[in-house]
T-cell receptor
Framework: GAVVSQHPSWVICKSGTSVKIECRSLDFQATTMFWYRQFPKQSLMLMATSNEGSKATYEQGVEKDKFLINHASLTLSTLTVTSAHPEDSSFYIC?????????????FGPGTRLTVT | GQNIDQPTEMTATEGAIVQINCTYQTSGFNGLFWYQQHAGEAPTFLSYNVLDGLEEKGRFSSFLSRSKGYSYLLLKELQMKDSASYLCAVMDSNYQLIWGAGTKLIIKP
């Protein structure tokens, strides 16, 4: 099956700093990548959808200037949490869908746990 | 609005069978997914239904009725490792996944 990796798997940063999370599709071309956030004991919440080479589409309530998404190639998308605050501490998960494999299935990365102190 | 409903929590016994229901109301329908998520991990894909009927895959089966807006995930021969959250998600007419809140399944010996 398709493999999606995320880096780092966990990160601790100080309030006010920025953190970049990478999401890579290892064996397929991801035309669309999704970024989710999950708070403890809650369901996944879609933050944004990005198509390769175009601007990301953000969900209502998600600040695009705070959560910068770049999808510059068919195998890499990055999420940068700028000026992080403790309330940004969460589990960030990316997923990717491409032109191969089962139609419309999203392949999930392992997630990145962000803790802002 | 769009809505996915599934029970918050269920408890079952090791070796038994459990059925997790999911009802949905979405703008359009392009398939229903079931994912398994262990605590602290990303979801893993279990099944995809786009036509009515039952899809069987080993110990897990998934059923869909589009006319009723209803699906269930059936887990047989439960094992302790099946303790996890099970997420139902529907792909709407814009090909976007609408997620349910998940059902936490607790397996007891």
């Amino acid at each position: 099956g398709a493999v999606v990796s995320q880096h780092p798997s966990w990160v601790i940063c100080k309030s006010g700093t920025s953190v970049k999370i990478e999401c890579r599709s290892l064996d397929f071309q991801a035309t669309t990548m999704f970024w989710y956030r999950q708070f403890p004991k809650q369901s996944l919440m879609l933050m944004a959808t990005s198509n390769e080479g175009s601007k990301a589409t953000y969900e209502q309530g998600v600040e695009k200037d705070k959560f910068l998404i770049n999808h510059a190639s068919l195998t890499l998308s990055t999420l940068t949490v700028t000026s992080a605050h403790p309330e940004d501490s969460s589990f960030y998960i990316c997923s990717a869908s491409g032109t191969s494999g089962d139609s419309y299935e999203q392949y999930f990365g392992p997630g990145t746990r962000l803790t802002v102190t | 609005g769009q809505n996915i409903d599934q029970p918050t929590e269920m408890t079952a016994t090791e070796g038994a069978i459990v059925q997790i229901n999911c009802t949905y109301q979405t703008s359009g329908f392009n398939g229903l997914f079931w994912y398994q998520q262990h605590a602290g991990e990303a979801p893993t894909f279990l099944s995809y239904n786009v036509l009515d009927g039952l899809e069987e895959k080993g110990r897990f089966s998934s059923f869909l009725s589009r006319s009723k807006g209803y699906s269930y995930l059936l887990l047989k021969e439960l094992q302790m490792k099946d303790s996890a959250s099970y997420l139902c998600a529907v792909m709407d007419s814009n090909y976007q996944l609408i997620w349910g809140a998940g059902t936490k399944l607790i397996i007891k010996p």
